[in-house]
């Protein structure tokens, strides 16, 4: 479905208007993919309730089946890629939104497009971006004025290759990649078109259902390596990310612990009462928004990082006003953590 309500902005939305039988597929999606992220996560817990319960073979053949999971050499999928994007009718549609100006900058090279926010499951992220384009279905899921580049691609926590039961979906999208430095500096090198989530778990650690918070004032790495490499960056924000699921707000403090020491959060996080997996809906519109062209600094210092950070944050804020009464979220404040 494509609509433009305005001139000045492009559009496209995935889910939401289907038939029963779409939604009950998008529901069954959404709880493989995101269930399988929390069985995962969960493994530890489950190995010795299973031992206590049924027995140590029980225990070790479900290990077994997790380890194969992480190992099994999984490769792209664009039929599973087309069965994920279906999960955008679980969340009431999925729109991306580009600006007039933005959407030739999009179907070039050299750009980041950094996402907020992250959300307690990265929903925007996964709908609005990439993956789109792995699907290779374009008269469905890209009209033709959005012709983002066949190579594009994204950066997830390092860690979640290494979760069971989910680390074969992220290989058979096959539209994200490690976020470590060496990986980073080949994308960028390459100038590659990629994405990625600025807040990372931080924001999921500091999530509030209804309001806005994004981890920002800390975060210089993905500046430095841009104005290393002379890359755009592309800021986009998902508005109803926030609203999907609420979470247990008193944990904030032992999971942003928790990602400084391990690297992982711990959230408590619920959606539809009758299957707390599910997110509440009501539709999720991401924009492409501010294009910042940043110039090329081999060695940028830190007054360098500073000013460009500086910049960067204060676009991030304006595209939030500039857009939130537009998507009816026009009595909410951006809050940079």
Known sequence: MSDTPDSSLHSHRIGGDGSCLDHLKGAAAHLLVWGGLQLGALSPVLFFSLWRLLGYQTALAFVATALLTVLYPARHSKHFCRFYLKAACAVGGATAWVPEEIMQLLQGRGYLVCFHPHGVLPLGFSFNAALRVKAQQPEIYLPKSFHFPEDCDGVQAPVLWRVPFFAPMLRMWDCCTPATKENMKKLLAARTAF???????EDVAIHEHGQENVYINSRYGFIKYSLQHGYCLVIAYTFGETDQYHSLTCLRPLNLWL?????FVIP???GKPFCPLLPRGGGLN????KALHLPRIPDPTFEDLVHWHKVYVESL???FDEYK??????DRELRCF
Do not use: D, E
């Not at 990602?259 to 690297?263: A, I, S």
């Not at 991401?286 to 928004?289: A, K, S």
């Not at 009464?325 to 026009?330: E, I």
């Open 195 to 201: 994405g990625i989530i600025p807040g990372g778990s």
């Open 286 to 289: 991401t924009v492409y928004g």
């Open 268 to 270: 408590v996080f619920w």
């Open 325 to 330: 009464h537009r998507f009816g979220f026009g």
């Open 259 to 263: 990602v400084k020491t391990f690297g």
């Open 317 to 319: 804020v304006a595209l």
